[in-house]
């Protein structure tokens, strides 16, 4: 080959590798300008993304219930929810929005079916959506709680310019983002506290109605750790004051094994319809912890074994209300605890002349049938039995007024009644049924049943957090403070049933059964049942109507009858985000 060839075929050469170099870099720099505008896309839409999640946070702690009721100035909670996104949304991303417009958007966009378009100074506008329920937003919703009043939805869409992409005749893309989140359960009515794992305790369901029972819980969420029990005719109905929407917590349904119920035994009650129960699933049973609410310091820790009672109980004149025990075998009730009366019909009162005894330590009560004890929260007591003179006396300044500490049992007796106004009962586990109330009888706590004591709610003697409502002037001895009762950030406690662990070495989980009402017996009481460690047992027909919150380690209620429990504690949101998930 001569030397002119080769170097035409050298020459040839390097125009191929010019070429495939210029059709490289041509390659290269494409792939590098997509690269670098679509990682700014994926930064803005993570940036979208983190204020439509932080919006919805906001503004869902608003969505407590009853949803009507104004957050004030006549506002209802949807609007101050979507107010409270839009400021955080107009905050985030700079929108310039005068809060006449925010309000505007608010109010106007109940169901925003459309978004609100908010112009951009040189740049494209922002679309918009704040939407409670979600599903006011129409097909622009695309979650799944789309009729759930407690849930709180935003997505924010803008369109995005190219830069390098640009050279490809890629189109501008609009960059979205969205979060739908809720008040998670917080006005907790019923918690039952055992968890996978932990001893049973009396019966094999952490929550079992039985025998055509309902439990009612108004203006209230249910929650339990594990599994829930509802017998053919039972019914759960949750519902708030003013409207339906309630929420649950509880281990999702199967048709039978551990947790046996079916959904439409959960509702919203009395007629099941509209049954707006938002079931909220643990899929880790075991979040619900307990209140932990304190035990007053003066019984903490309390006595492995009768101490001398601080209440001066018979000083000798009779063996019958010795060292704290007390049966009582006079006095009766005005109103006879055992027909319309328990179906809140009517109100349980004590004869006035009805034995007395003042707050400090016992060791057993009993009420004979028919008969009626009056809990006194400042006056001590020298004896119940009608032979012997009583001499009361104010309670002293060193001592908690209103405060019944049994380190035995109370017996209510067939028709029998006790009755106490701004007291708190504390039980000490030992024996099973410990408070045990028998057909027909009534324990009726802070609800005006005291002879002279104001109808009404009452607050217990001693609240959850760790007060009590009472103050001590030298002049006047103890004063109950009614102005406390405006507040439902103050809930009085009607029963403490302490947990082992307070006072002993026993594990953590080691249940008792202290709380047994039988057939035709019957809890009327205002205030907190705390009894985190109790397996307590409701039959009959009880009349329960309690407000704030039961406690338990496990709960079961079989008598036929409609149990209502009502919450009036106060609104503590948290709240949590669930859409969108993994995946959408």
Known sequence: MSMAATAERRAGERGQVLVLFTLGLTVFLLAAAITFDFGFWLSVRRDYQNVADAAVLAGSPFLTRPIGEPCGAGIDKPTCARREAWRYINDQLGLGLAPGQIVSFASGNTSQGAPEVVPVPGGTPFNIWVSTPPGGAGTDYIGAYATDRRKLWARIDRVRPTFFSRIAAFADPNISAWATSGSHPNRFAVITLRRPGQAPGSIGEDINLAGNSILEVIDGDVGGNWNMKLNSGSQLWVRGANDNDADTYLIEWQSCGNSCWTTGQVNS??????????????????????????????????????????????????????????????????????????????????????????????????????????????????????????????????????????????????????????????????????????????????RGASPGAPAGRRLGAWMTNGTSPYSYSSLGGWQYQTSLEASNENVGMALYVIKREQYTTAAADDSSNVVVVNALGGLAWDGLSYAPHDNVTLAGRPGHDGVGQLVAWTFKFAGNVAVKQTYLGPDIAIPRLFEPTLGQ
Do not use: E, W
């Open 269 to 446: 009650g009395p007629n099941g319809n509209p049954p707006n129960v938002i079931n909220q699933p643990d899929p880790l049973p075991g979040v619900l912890d307990d209140p932990n609410y304190p035990l007053p310091a003066a019984l903490t820790p309390p006595p492995t074994t009768p101490v001398p009672p601080a209440v001066p109980l018979g000083q000798g004149n009779t063996p019958l209300d010795t060292q704290g025990v007390i049966d009582v075998r006079n006095g009766g009730p005005n109103v006879a605890p055992g027909g319309a009366s328990l179906d809140g019909s009517g109100v349980l009162t004590c004869d006035p002349l009805s034995p007395r005894i003042g707050p400090g330590y016992y060791s057993s009560i009993t009420v004979r049938s028919g008969k009626c004890l009056i809990l006194d929260p400042t006056l001590l007591h020298t004896s119940v039995v009608a032979a012997v003179p009583d001499v009361p006396t104010p309670v002293p300044g060193d001592q908690l007024p209103g405060i019944f500490y049994i380190n035995g049992t109370i017996d209510i007796n067939s028709d029998a009644l006790l009755v106490g106004d701004r007291v708190t009962l504390i039980m000490r586990p030992g024996s099973s049924n410990q408070l045990d109330v028998k057909a027909g009888g009534v324990v009726s706590l802070n």
